[in-house]
């Protein structure tokens, strides 16, 4: 059976043929005095090849793969959480619209309640994703637990998954990307201390917030969580 990759059956008049791309969307909920923001990651297949002979389009996803932020947002203070709401669904719906795309979201409760968890899935985008949306709620100390909702995940894994990513290459922010600069500050303001459990634990400094950071995390963490997929496309439709 014949087999090429798609750049060269693009080569070779195999034009329009969708690559296939995971985006993980991380949205950091803050309560009415704290910022809300909302990262985008995209993460595309390590090659993607084409079964000539049973027209399907077949990705292999890397073991340790790199990310672009795609979309990067930080609403006002007290921006209503239906507004939230509504900008996050926009921005899922463009999403699934993109051909042979893949979409999830994470998104972390803690402190908010699940009544404003309620208000995002109301809206019809965002519900038509479950089970790929999954409430984190972040903790203190390593560990990190299932639940029937989504995750409990330590802050200090969360950060150090961005972190790590950055400072290895493997996340490209690009500079024009609105609040870029503003997320890169965020991450070195970080600082590590050392409970007397011996627990590490993850703080911004005074006068400095986190939730881009955090968004950023929840969007990288979120995407490091499922395998991955199998998935394979008829190139043809």
Do not use: C
């Amino acid at each position: 059976m014949p087999v090429t990759d798609v750049p060269t059956a693009l080569n070779h008049g195999f034009e329009n043929i969708p690559v296939p791309s995971r985006y993980t969307l991380g949205l950091d909920l803050g309560k009415m005095s704290d910022y809300s923001a909302l990262a985008i990651a995209e993460e595309r297949p390590e090659r993607t090849d084409l079964l000539l002979g049973k027209a399907l389009l077949v990705p292999y996803w890397a073991d340790d793969p790199g990310y672009d932020l795609r979309w990067l947002q930080r609403w006002p203070l007290r921006t209503p959480y239906q507004t939230i709401a509504a900008d996050v669904a926009k921005r899922v719906a463009a999403l699934v619209a993109v051909p042979r795309a893949e979409v999830q979201l994470y998104v972390d409760g803690t402190g908010v309640g699940t009544a404003v968890i309620e208000i995002l899935q109301q809206q019809e985008a965002i519900r038509l994703l479950y089970p790929r949306m999954k409430t984190i709620t972040i903790t203190a100390g390593r560990e990190v637990t299932r639940v029937t909702e989504g995750w409990h995940v330590a802050k200090g894994e969360l950060v150090s998954v961005a972190q790590v990513a950055l400072q290895r290459g493997k996340l490209n922010v690009a500079p024009a990307l609105p609040e870029a600069r503003t997320l890169r500050d965020e991450l070195t303001t970080f600082e590590v201390t050392l409970t007397e459990a011996a627990n590490a634990t993850f703080n911004h400094r005074d006068g400095k917030h986190d939730d881009l950071v955090l968004a950023t995390a929840l969007s990288l963490w979120g995407a490091r969580q499922r395998p991955a997929p199998s998935y394979q496309w008829n190139y043809r439709r």
